[in-house]
């Protein structure tokens, strides 16, 4: 629907990092070319749930592990409605 807003890393860093049991909440984002070691646009360590709906991942890197979000020690992972595109 083109509706929502566009965080762009600029190949230069991931647009969000969640830990100490936070839970985030996410509707329609457009993540474009994030970079990081862990996620190129979302790194979640340790945190509470994380839920998103409607968000799409374009064009993000990671160095290490999970191209477009990486996910570890944390509560339930929900994606509805999510895309993942050119993401390694």
Same mark, same amino acid.
């Given at each position: 629907?083109?509706? &929502? =807003? !566009?965080? *762009?890393g ?8 969640? /830990?100490?049991?936070? /839970? +985030? %909440? +996410? #509707? =329609? +984002?457009?993540?474009? *070319?994030?970079?990081?070691? %862990?996620? &190129? =646009?979302?790194?979640?360590?340790? $945190?509470? *749930?994380? =839920?998103?709906? *409607?968000?799409?991942? !374009?064009?993000?890197? $990671? ?5 477009g979000?990486?996910?570890? /020690?944390?509560?339930?992972?929900? +994606?509805?409605?999510a895309?993942?595109? #050119?993401? !390694?």
């Amino acid at each position: 629907s083109g509706e &929502g =807003a !566009t965080l *762009d890393g600029k190949k230069s860093s991931n647009m969000f990092y969640i /830990s100490s049991g936070c /839970s +985030l %909440y +996410l #509707e =329609a +984002l457009h993540f474009v *070319d994030g970079f990081g070691e %862990y996620g &190129g =646009a979302v790194d979640v360590f340790g $945190a509470g *749930d994380i =839920a998103m709906k *409607d968000v799409s991942f !374009t064009g993000c890197e $990671a160095s290490e592990y999970g191209g477009g979000m990486f996910v570890e /020690s944390s509560g339930d992972v929900s +994606l509805e409605g999510a895309s993942f595109s #050119e993401c !390694t």
